[in-house]
């Protein structure tokens, strides 16, 4: 490969930026790019890995994105190749995970003519993404890189695009690559804003934490638990949420809250007088939902402006690290606050509440497994180490409900868009992350199917994963609201598929959970296996329409 070309510089300030993969699928307009990441002679070159689907590739991307807090890449070709970006630009950007996206585009010379594969790249992905161009020159193409990097870790985190004309990653360059620049750091606010938010605190009779998706950011979950050792106060988690609160703190978890509000968390956040929302995003459960009358006091600490409406307008906002001015709280606090004695009885009273919802039931029908006896077994076979990946389904509401987390970003959910499909390839990015602990990916047999195909990926990698499919043969999640609403459903029935027999087809071993074969002994043998494990369970779902019944009084609609 040449020295000076466009495709060196770009992979050079890859290297630069310390990016590690770059998922996708090639094409001509953009192959001189992939050409360079195979045969560049660097040994810090990143790895590139050939998807199957470049919305999946795009999920990868995103995984790495919110695993690591660091920009994931994913690299296609033009026409197609940037249009099935959509789906995983639009989830990355709202659920706050840093990507950069580069494509393919037509030479220059026919932007303008109706030519193969030549659309508006740059327009077709400026909504869905923070920041979109197209590179004119190829001596800006490593400046647009540096600049893609810094938009996407910005406040808040989420996908940019950089659409490449073929003439422009096929040319030579002129100037120097970029180098890494320190990213711009966010202080903590005023002095008088933490002393009223104290003063707020000290007022209240029950305060309550919502804990969002950027308070699961490392360096705020570490603060967070922090200043909960010293200052005990009672936490909801959101579902990007999960994790923030580690088992020693467990007294303190009132559960997750999203979708329906009919949970134990709703009810906390309804009683509240004082909501301190951290790192919290509307689009993970709108204010409408848990706070349509107002009755309560909201605290916003976060490192975004909060969107305002008419459900959320918080008395006090401070913007800036939300791990340092939560440290900055726990100095001011320690030592001078805790709660009533009558609220942590009332508390007390919550929390064995809440705790006996995850029960199984002792008796089980012949239709399938009950979730909570799914969620309660796996439960048992996965570390606080382990990543879970949960498709969106059902299966989602019960694992988001049920599941127990102690790190942050180890149980991963699309909350933003639930886009179908994210599982799969959330895993395998994982199992990319960290080769040798065991990765735990969750879906339905509708959601599987979105992105199944990327199995031969994993395969190919040789994913250390467990792939769950709950059985059921509906896409569930729409029927049960449907027969709530309408008494009956529509269009939610498909067909069955063997997906024992559909991953050995691609190399993988499949497992069924059947009368002669139990969870707990099909789970030990999936999790001793080297390599991807798909396994196959049958799923009662009769109880779901209990899932968005008793809903508090003040619900919208």
Do not use: C
């Given at each position: 490969?040449?020295?000076?070309?466009?495709?060196?510089?770009?992979?050079?300030?890859?290297?630069?930026?310390?990016?590690k993969?770059?998922?996708?699928?090639p094409?001509a307009?953009i192959?001189?790019?992939?050409e360079?990441?195979?045969?560049n002679?660097?040994p810090n070159?990143p790895?590139?890995?050939?998807a199957?689907?470049?919305?999946?590739a795009a999920?990868m991307?995103?995984?790495?994105?919110?695993?690591?807090?660091?920009?994931?890449?994913?690299l296609?070709?033009?026409g197609?190749?940037?249009?099935n970006l959509?789906?995983?630009l639009?989830?990355?950007?709202?659920e706050g995970d840093?990507?950069?996206?580069?494509?393919?585009q037509v030479q220059r010379?026919?932007?303008?003519?109706?030519?193969h594969q030549?659309?508006?790249n740059?327009?077709?992905?400026n909504?869905?993404t923070?920041?979109?161009?197209?590179?004119?020159?190829?001596?800006n193409?490593?400046?647009?890189?540096a600049?893609?990097?810094?938009?996407?870790l910005?406040?808040?985190n989420?996908?940019?695009?950089i659409s490449?004309p073929?003439?422009v990653i096929?040319?030579?360059?002129?100037?120097?690559?970029?180098?890494?620049?320190?990213?711009v750091?966010?202080?903590?606010?005023?002095k008088?804003?933490?002393?009223?938010?104290?003063?707020?605190?000290?007022q209240?009779q029950?305060?309550v934490?919502?804990?969002?998706?950027?308070a699961?950011?490392?360096?705020?979950?570490?603060?967070?638990?922090?200043?909960?050792?010293?200052v005990?106060?009672?936490?909801?988690e959101?579902?990007?949420g999960?994790?923030?609160?580690?088992?020693?703190?467990?007294?303190l978890?009132f559960?997750?809250?999203g979708?329906?509000?009919n949970?134990?968390?709703?009810t906390l956040?309804?009683q509240?007088?004082?909501?301190i929302?951290?790192?919290y995003d509307p689009?993970e459960?709108?204010?409408r939902?848990?706070?349509?009358e107002?009755q309560?006091?909201?605290?916003?600490?976060?490192?975004?402006?909060?969107?305002?409406?008419?459900?959320?307008q918080?008395?006090l906002?401070?913007?800036?690290?939300?791990?340092d001015?939560?440290?900055?709280?726990?100095?001011?606090?320690k030592?001078d606050?805790a709660?009533?004695?009558?609220?942590?009885e009332?508390?007390?009273?919550?929390?064995?509440?809440?705790?006996?919802?995850?029960?199984?039931?002792?008796?089980?029908s012949?239709?399938?497994?009950h979730?909570?006896?799914?969620?309660n077994?796996l439960?048992?076979?996965?570390?606080?180490?382990?990543?879970?990946?949960?498709?969106?389904?059902?299966?989602?509401?019960?694992?988001a409900?049920?599941?127990?987390?102690y790190?942050?970003?180890?149980?991963?959910?699309?909350n933003?868009?639930?886009?179908l499909?994210v599982?799969?390839p959330?895993?395998?990015?994982a199992?990319?992350l960290?080769p040798?602990r065991?990765?735990?990916?969750?879906a339905?047999?509708?959601?599987?199917?979105?992105?199944?195909q990327?199995?031969?990926t994993?395969?190919?990698?040789?994913s250390?994963?467990?792939?769950l499919?709950?059985v059921?043969g509906?896409?569930?999640?729409v029927r049960?609201?449907?027969?709530?609403?309408?008494?009956?459903?529509a269009?939610?029935?498909?067909g069955p598929?063997?997906f024992?027999?559909?991953a050995?087809?691609?190399?993988?071993?499949?497992?069924?959970?059947?009368?002669?074969?139990?969870l707990?002994?099909i789970?030990d043998?999936?999790f001793?296996i080297?390599?991807?494990?798909?396994?196959?369970i049958?799923?009662?779902?009769?109880?779901?329409?209990?899932?968005?019944?008793?809903?508090?009084?003040?619900q919208f609609?």
């Amino acid at each position: 490969m040449t020295t000076n070309s466009a495709a060196s510089a770009l992979v050079e300030t890859m290297i630069n930026y310390d990016i590690k993969y770059v998922f996708g699928i090639p094409g001509a307009k953009i192959d001189k790019l992939f050409e360079e990441l195979e045969y560049n002679q660097s040994p810090n070159k990143p790895q590139l890995i050939i998807a199957r689907h470049e919305q999946n590739a795009a999920f990868m991307a995103a995984a790495v994105g919110r695993l690591t807090g660091k920009p994931g890449v994913v690299l296609v070709t033009s026409g197609p190749g940037v249009a099935n970006l959509a789906t995983g630009l639009v989830t990355a950007t709202s659920e706050g995970d840093p990507v950069i996206a580069l494509g393919g585009q037509v030479q220059r010379d026919d932007l303008a003519r109706l030519t193969h594969q030549s659309i508006p790249n740059q327009e077709l992905l400026n909504p869905v993404t923070k920041y979109s161009v197209e590179v004119q020159d190829p001596d800006n193409l490593s400046e647009a890189f540096a600049n893609a990097y810094q938009e996407a870790l910005a406040a808040k985190n989420g996908a940019v695009f950089i659409s490449i004309p073929q003439d422009v990653i096929d040319a030579n360059v002129k100037r120097e690559v970029m180098v890494k620049s320190p990213l711009v750091e966010q202080g903590v606010p005023a002095k008088d804003q933490l002393k009223s938010f104290v003063q707020e605190i000290k007022q209240a009779q029950m305060p309550v934490i919502l804990a969002g998706m950027r308070a699961s950011q490392q360096k705020a979950t570490r603060a967070l638990r922090t200043l909960l050792h010293d200052v005990a106060l009672p936490i909801v988690e959101t579902f990007q949420g999960a994790g923030v609160l580690s088992r020693d703190l467990e007294n303190l978890f009132f559960g997750r809250v999203g979708l329906f509000r009919n949970q134990t968390g709703d009810t906390l956040l309804k009683q509240a007088d004082l909501v301190i929302t951290v790192g919290y995003d509307p689009i993970e459960y709108e204010a409408r939902n848990w706070n349509k009358e107002r009755q309560s006091k909201i605290i916003h600490l976060d490192s975004v402006v909060p969107e305002l409406t008419q459900e959320y307008q918080p008395e006090l906002i401070l913007q800036g690290d939300i791990g340092d001015t939560l440290l900055a709280l726990r100095e001011i606090l320690k030592g001078d606050y805790a709660l009533s004695t009558s609220t942590k009885e009332h508390l007390l009273a919550i929390k064995k509440e809440f705790d006996d919802k995850d029960v199984p039931p002792t008796t089980q029908s012949n239709q399938g497994l009950h979730p909570l006896t799914i969620v309660n077994e796996l439960q048992q076979h996965v570390s606080d180490q382990m990543v879970v990946t949960v498709d969106v389904g059902s299966h989602y509401i019960w694992m988001a409900r049920h599941f127990r987390s102690y790190e942050p970003r180890h149980l991963l959910f699309s909350n933003g868009m639930q886009t179908l499909g994210v599982a799969l390839p959330w895993a395998i990015a994982a199992s990319l992350l960290d080769p040798k602990r065991k990765v735990v990916s969750v879906a339905g047999d509708g959601g599987f199917m979105f992105s199944s195909q990327e199995l031969e990926t994993a395969v190919r990698l040789h994913s250390n994963l467990v792939q769950l499919v709950w059985v059921d043969g509906y896409y569930d999640m729409v029927r049960f609201q449907e027969q709530s609403k309408y008494g009956q459903e529509a269009g939610v029935k498909f067909g069955p598929i063997d997906f024992v027999k559909f991953a050995e087809s691609f190399g993988a071993r499949g497992l069924r959970v059947d009368e002669q074969h139990d969870l707990s002994t099909i789970l030990d043998e999936a999790f001793a296996i080297s390599g991807p494990v798909v396994v196959e369970i049958p799923v009662d779902y009769s109880q779901n329409f209990k899932l968005n019944q008793n809903l508090l009084t003040d619900q919208f609609n």
